[in-house]
């Protein structure tokens, strides 16, 4: 696209990370800063609710910081939990309550709105004294406050983006997989946000709802306002303000590339995922909601290789019960009867996170409590998971798979607490498919290393990419800064996914890939030469890896891994790949 910046109009770059272009008017979230809360009338007769919710979060404040100061005080003595008397003063001050309250009434507006605002008075004033003691006070009322902010709107920033009214770019400082889940697809064309980067979950949701997103934009949420109009290009990662007319129509001919190449695509949607050299592959989809069920066919999907089924837990006080579960899974195996539907146990932590108040922040949340971990210790949790997957195995072609295993120890564990599932359900007469297939993902290098004894346990493996990069290589997959090294090619991540297939294949089990990189038709190809049997990608990458494949020779594949397991240069495994992907299937790489 245009190269050339045309007067007026703003060129923000980022990473592109969810293909397509939007245009239209922009809402800002705008950096969040935590103690800043949208505003917005209430009517008249609604003002008393708010200022009940308003009281109820205080209440509901006061019970954390009280339950908080318990813990504090069992664990490090009292001196250490006095520090929480000074917030449940502030708590309990009259003084500001009044003016809150006498705010909401006088403007009638939003509780959350007017608490922010005067706590924000309160703090300036307390900043501007040169003194210690206030400034240790100032602290205090920020935590409270934002404690209270919490409460009152359940999450953050999702207020705003709950009241969008009319079809707008959403751009944010972040956005959580929680938040991006919540979008209104009838009105939000698409987001751009400062942080993130290709292989975060709100990067994939973005890819799985099919819209035009781009991330790593720094600063963006501070330089544009709501109301301006804007042109978001998630091809190239581009965000363009107020854009001219002459880009308005390049872009204009771009779509209509697109969708010419879109029909192309669309013809191989009903053939077999082959080589011409008659090499089967087996073609999933990633599913991350319900909602997207027939997008597995018609993309062209040979049923679902990953269903990361922790977006039924998010967004809600309480987790699913098991028969809330049942019905979920059930659903999706009758549904894509016969084909197979992989069924990944929970994989909460890291940048999905259960809406729990009174847990603190981890610091290093992708090495901390996250998925087997979690489900592990919460075995209620985890069985509840596993009896509603083994119920909805009767109905279809269900296969159970856990994420994160980093060791042997951990896979016994979890095939240990299937089997007393089995055990339960079998007395309870309630019935399930004896011979179900269970998997581990391979996405920590212990794993990989690791492959050949833990293949001796499972019926699959399927390598998770998109963690084993980054953990491989020490390189966080939601940090922008550090997007440059964040390199599927390098030879160290290479060398475990090949291992990780030998050691499958050495054990007569098969191994698919179901991290971001199986849907990059660059990359599939030398997934596929490593010898993977399977690939897994949103439903929207399906039909790209279908046209490359059908357009291919596995012999070609080989070659090009074989290069690659000698190489010592990502790079120049990138470049080789490059070039056979464009050699064979140069329409998909059409400059856009
Ligand atoms: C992966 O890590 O590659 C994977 C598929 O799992 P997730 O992206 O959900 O962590
Ligand atoms: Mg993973």
């Given at each position: ?17 969810s ?136 999450h953050?920033?999702n207020?705003?983006l ?13 956005l959580t997989p929680s938040q991006t889940a919540l979008l209104n697809r009838?009105?939000v064309?698409?987001f ?7 292989t975060s979950h709100t990067a994939i949701l973005a890819r799985s709802l099919r819209l035009?997103a ?71 989809a990633n599913l991350e909601s319900l909602d997207e069920i027939p997008d597995v ?7 679902v290789g990953l269903f990361r089924t922790e977006y039924l837990f998010l967004n809600r006080e309480t987790p699913p019960d098991?028969?809330e579960q049942f019905q979920a899974y059930h659903r999706v195996a009758?549904a ?5 539907v992989i069924i990944r146990t929970l994989d909460l932590g890291g940048d999905k996170v259960l809406q729990r ?13 996250r998925a087997?971990?979690i489900c ?5 949790l985890?069985?509840a998971q596993?009896?509603a997957i083994?119920?909805a ?8 798979m856990?994420p994160m ?36 993902m ?22 998770g990419?998109n ?47 179901c991290?971001e ?19 897994s990608a949103a439903p929207g ?52």
């Amino acid at each position: 696209m245009p190269e050339l910046v045309r007067a007026g109009e703003r060129w923000l770059r980022g990473i592109p990370v969810s293909a397509g272009v939007a245009r239209g008017k922009l809402v800002v979230v705008g950096r969040q800063h935590d103690l800043e809360m949208p505003r917005y009338p209430v009517p008249a007769e609604a003002l008393p609710a708010e200022t009940t919710r308003l009281e109820q979060a205080l209440t509901q404040t006061r019970e954390q910081l009280l339950a908080i100061q318990h813990r504090v005080r069992n664990a490090m003595g009292s001196g250490d939990a006095e520090i929480f008397d000074a917030q449940l003063l502030l708590l309990d001050d009259p003084v500001l309550l009044e003016e809150v309250i006498k705010f909401i009434r006088s403007e009638g507006i939003n509780a959350e709105h007017a608490f922010a605002e005067v706590s924000n008075r309160y703090l300036s004033a307390l900043s501007e004294i040169d003194d210690p003691y206030l400034r240790e006070r100032a602290v205090d009322m920020r935590d409270v406050t934002r404690r209270v902010l919490h409460n009152l709107v359940g999450h953050e920033d999702n207020t705003l983006l709950a009241q969008l009214h009319e079809p707008c770019i959403v751009v944010a400082h972040d956005l959580t997989p929680s938040q991006t889940a919540l979008l209104n697809r009838a009105l939000v064309l698409g987001f751009a946000t400062d942080q993130g980067s290709q292989t975060s979950h709100t990067a994939i949701l973005a890819r799985s709802l099919r819209l035009p997103a781009v991330t790593g934009l720094v600063d963006a949420s501070l330089r544009l306002r709501t109301g301006e109009y804007a042109l978001l290009d998630g091809f190239n990662g581009v965000l363009i303000a107020s854009p001219t007319d002459a880009t308005l129509f390049e872009y204009g001919q771009l779509a209509k590339k697109q969708l010419a190449l879109e029909e192309r695509l669309s013809e191989v949607r009903d053939q077999p995922a082959v080589t011409l050299d008659a090499a089967r592959v087996t073609l999933s989809a990633n599913l991350e909601s319900l909602d997207e069920i027939p997008d597995v066919r018609s993309f062209g999907a040979e049923g679902v290789g990953l269903f990361r089924t922790e977006y039924l837990f998010l967004n809600r006080e309480t987790p699913p019960d098991e028969e809330e579960q049942f019905q979920a899974y059930h659903r999706v195996a009758a549904a894509l009867h016969p084909q197979p539907v992989i069924i990944r146990t929970l994989d909460l932590g890291g940048d999905k996170v259960l809406q729990r108040r009174d847990e603190p922040a981890e610091s290093n949340p992708f090495l901390g409590w996250r998925a087997i971990r979690i489900c592990l210790q919460e075995l209620d949790l985890f069985r509840a998971q596993l009896r509603a997957i083994l119920r909805a195995s009767v109905v279809g072609n269900v296969k159970l798979m856990y994420p994160m295993i980093s060791g042997l120890d951990e896979l016994n564990q979890a095939n240990e607490v299937v089997e007393q599932c089995k055990i339960e359900l079998r007395a309870e007469g309630k019935p399930f498919d004896a011979q179900i297939e269970v998997g581990a993902m391979i996405e920590i290098p212990a794993a990989a290393m690791e492959a050949e004894t833990l293949a001796s346990r499972v019926k699959f493996f399927s390598i998770g990419t998109n963690d084993l990069v980054q953990y491989t290589l020490a390189v966080d997959r939601l940090n922008p800064k550090i997007a440059h090294l964040y390199d599927p090619t390098h030879p160290a991540v290479l060398h475990l996914i090949h291992r990780t297939i030998q050691a499958a294949h050495a054990r007569g089990i098969w191994a698919g890939v179901c991290g971001e990189m199986a849907g990059d038709p660059v990359l599939a190809a030398l997934l596929l030469g490593l010898g993977a049997d399977e690939l897994s990608a949103a439903p929207g990458r399906v039909p790209a890896v279908k046209f490359l494949i059908r357009r291919l020779k596995i012999s070609e594949a080989r070659n090009l891994a074989a290069f690659a397991l000698q190489c010592e240069s990502s790079a120049e495994i990138l470049q080789q790949a490059r070039e056979l992907a464009t050699a064979v299937a140069s329409d998909l790489f059409e400059k856009t």
